[in-house]
Every structure is written in structure tokens, then in C-alpha cells.
């Protein structure tokens, strides 16, 4: 085969993987809020401690959250990434990151928070990221439940 024809070959077997990429990747700026689930006592009610590092259980972002959020978010949630066009931008720099995340929180009702809807595939792009049940869901939960500590 030519190196032309390998070359188109690789561009078509390239665009037909396009869809699938592009389902991977988060869009915080897209959907709908989520409806209040505090209030209503919905998912993400208490699941214990699970996840906290610190002696008070008290969550913390540079701890805790950041870590889960750039090792689940930022391949898209970046400069350049899939996701690089959104609202949602994480730098891998945790003061920085808290910025961009606190946007998305809501410390009055925790649960309708749009990071948390986001990431459990709730008007998500990049579908479900982590379910509600999920000790990494949980961990973000508690954290915003407890005033999102930086």
C-alpha cells in the first residue's frame, strides 16, 4: 500500500473513532440544573466517612477532590482537550482548580450541585463519570456538604 493510501486509511479509521472520543469527554456548560435533592432527601444522603484523610472528617479539596477531578476530568476539562471550549477548565494546580470548581457547587443544597449532576452523567457529555454510589461521588458530596474546604 502507498504511503498515501495509509495515510487516508489512518484519516478514515481517525474520523470513525471521532464520536466515540468525543461521548468521553465532560461539557459542564451543557444541560439542565439538576432538580433540589437535598431537600427532598435523594441520592447522595449520608454514606459515612468514606474518603476523608483529615481527623475531623472533614473534606478537603487540595486533599481529596482535586486529585479525583484531575485524574477523571482534566484529559478533557483542559486547555486544548475536548472539553477545552466549556466553562469547566482544570490546570492540574489545585488553588487554581478550586476557582473553577467552586463555580459549580451549591453550598446551599449540596446534592443540586451542578459538578455533581455533571459528573454523575446528568446533562454530562461525556456521560457518567462516577455514579452516586461511588466513594469518589460521595467524597465530592461530603465535600461541598461541609463548605467546600480548599
Given amino acids: 500500500m502507498s504511503s498515501e493510501g495509509l495515510r487516508r486509511l489512518m484519516f478514515a479509521a481517525a474520523l470513525a473513532g471521532l464520536p466515540t472520543l468525543a461521548a468521553a469527554c465532560a461539557d459542564l456548560s451543557r444541560g439542565p ?51 477545552g471550549d466549556t466553562s469547566f477548565l482544570l490546570t492540574g494546580v489545585a488553588t487554581a482548580d478550586l476557582a473553577s470548581t467552586t463555580r459549580f457547587i451549591d453550598l446551599q443544597t449540596p446534592a443540586a450541585s451542578r459538578l ?17 454510589e461511588s466513594t469518589e461521588y460521595q467524597t465530592v458530596l461530603r465535600w461541598i456538604r461541609g463548605g467546600a474546604r480548599p
Avoid at 48 to 58: E, I, L, N, T
Avoid at 116 to 132: D, I, P, W, Y
Fill in 33 to 83: 440544573a439538576p432538580a433540589d435533592m437535598d431537600a427532598a432527601g435523594g441520592a447522595g444522603g449520608d454514606a459515612g466517612d468514606a474518603g476523608s484523610d483529615s481527623s475531623d472528617g472533614a473534606v478537603s479539596f487540595a486533599t481529596q477532590v482535586h486529585g479525583t477531578l484531575t485524574g477523571s476530568c482534566m484529559r478533557c476539562h483542559a486547555a486544548g482537550g475536548e472539553a
Fill in 116 to 132: 455533581l449532576a455533571k459528573m454523575s452523567g446528568k446533562g454530562h457529555g461525556g456521560g457518567t463519570v462516577f455514579a452516586v
